[in-house]
Structure formats: C-alpha cells, structure tokens
C-alpha cells in the first residue's frame, strides 16, 4: 500500500509564487511515474504536469513555462514549483502515483491540497 502526502498550498495573489511536495511511503516511488492533477470547482480533474521514473516530463498547455515538476527519489518526494499563478490556477492540486508492471497497473491519489490564487 502507498500513501501520498501533499503539502504547500495556500492562498497566493496574483504573480505569485508556491511549491507543492508529494511526500510517498513505500518503495516503488523510484519505478513509478507520478503526476500532480488539479480539480476547480463544478469541473473535471484535470493533469497538470507529469514526470516518468526516468524524468521525462509532460505539462498542460495552460502551465507550460510557468510551472515546474521535480522529483527526488532519495525522498521519495515530487514536487510542482509554481511561479506566475493566476487565479484560474484556483483548485484542490491532487498528487498520483502510476505504475504499470506487466498486466497490473498501481494508482494511488493523495488527499489534495487547496491552493487559492486571489486577483
């Protein structure tokens, strides 16, 4: 069993800047490949950024050059830097775990983390 824990988000203006973590037990962290998601209200999660296990990376277009994935395998920790927030960046931020081995497919989610961009 895997367990995330998020942690950073808060309440930022406009321009501003937060780091979220993505603290993971266990010890597939370093094979799998983990995304940060986010969900506004009344909307469907959406991805944001994703980065595999050997740290390609992926962003949605509305964050390309404004956000940032990073992993440390020693921590076991990802992390999303965000810099120039808007407030349409307004949502509860969700850590995923992904790892395929073969015909079985691990999927963890950890319990969000709010972040709030005001204008």
């Known amino acids: 069993q895997v367990q995330l824990v998020e942690s950073g988000g808060g309440l930022v203006h406009t321009g501003g800047s937060l780091r979220l973590s993505c603290a993971a037990s266990g010890s597939i962290f370093s094979i799998s490949t983990m995304g940060w998601y986010r969900q506004a209200p009344g909307k469907q999660r959406e991805l944001v950024a994703i980065i595999t296990s050997g740290g390609s990376t992926t962003y949605a277009d509305s964050v390309k050059g404004r956000f940032t994935i990073s992993r440390d395998n020693a921590k076991n920790t990802v992390y999303l830097q965000m810099n120039s927030l808007k407030p349409e960046d307004t949502a509860v931020y969700y850590c995923?775990?992904?790892?395929?081995?073969?015909?079985?497919?691990?999927?963890?989610w950890g319990q969000g983390t709010q972040v709030t961009v005001s204008s």
């Open positions: 995923n775990l992904d790892l395929q081995i073969g015909p079985h497919v691990l999927d963890y």
